[in-house]
């Protein structure tokens, strides 16, 4: 079974530009969770989405958004790129069904560069 | 004070060494507890999941929980150089929503 796929993998974008990044979930599993990695803060939760729905959010500014397609595909967004949005955004699917817990699979990410 | 206090490292031991990694917590409400590895420039892999208290093993790995010291621990038996990576710990209170540790860089010498 293929794992969970971003694209693109490597970005480089400018102060104050917008940037859409794109996640394909394992198939079958109908949740997907987007995190931030950076060398100064780690891994931090940005949100998760099931069924099209946002059901979780983490604390980070209006500028990053995302959205969830009928197919379980998921993007995020962010907009007005600062120099801190620099990082690798990784996107993690889960199968949610019972019997199951709370294991993400995570993608290989896309590293973002702001220059 | 972060949710998930992991040292990270460096670690470095010989080939064959038993790793010991740790993470305390200090959110009484997280119940799942996760391993995850980390090879430079990839996405985490998880490797050891567990629910409850005390200890779980799955081949050179076992993952031990001790909720009333809010404490976690990894250990690897036997290790090789393949096992150098980043390790991550990972918590949840029951959503799909994980707090991780910083992780430690483990380095497994020949």
């Known amino acids: 079974k293929a794992g969970v796929t971003q694209t693109p993998r490597y970005l480089i974008k400018t102060r104050g530009q917008q940037v859409t990044l794109s996640c394909s979930p394992i198939?079958?599993?109908?949740?997907v969770s987007w995190y931030q990695q950076t060398p100064g803060q780690g891994l931090q939760f940005l949100f998760e989405y099931f069924s099209e729905t946002q059901r979780n959010k983490g604390n980070f500014p209006g500028r990053f958004s995302g959205r969830q397609f009928s197919n379980s595909r998921s993007e995020m967004n962010v907009s007005t790129l600062e120099l801190g949005d620099s990082a690798l955004y990784l996107c993690?699917?889960?199968?949610?069904?019972?019997?199951?817990?709370?294991?993400?699979?995570f993608g290989p990410g896309t590293r973002l560069t702001v220059t | 004070q972060k949710e998930v206090e992991q040292d990270p490292g460096p670690l470095s031991v010989p080939e064959g060494a038993i790793v010991s990694l740790n993470c305390t917590y200090s959110n009484s409400a997280f119940q799942y507890f996760m391993w995850y590895r980390q090879y430079s420039r990839k996405g985490p892999e998880l490797l050891m999941y567990t629910y409850s208290s005390g200890n779980k093993e799955d081949g050179r790995f076992t993952a031990q929980v001790d909720k009333s010291s809010k404490y976690i621990s990894l250990f690897i038996r036997d290790s090789q150089p393949s096992d150098s990576a980043t390790y991550l710990c990972?918590?949840?209170?029951?959503?799909?929503?994980?707090?991780f540790g910083a992780g430690t860089t483990v380095t497994v010498r020949a």
């Open positions: 990972a918590m949840s209170v029951g959503v799909l929503k994980l707090s």
């Open positions: 198939s079958g599993h109908r949740s």
């Open positions: 993690a699917s889960s199968l949610v069904a019972p019997g199951t817990h709370y294991e993400q699979y």
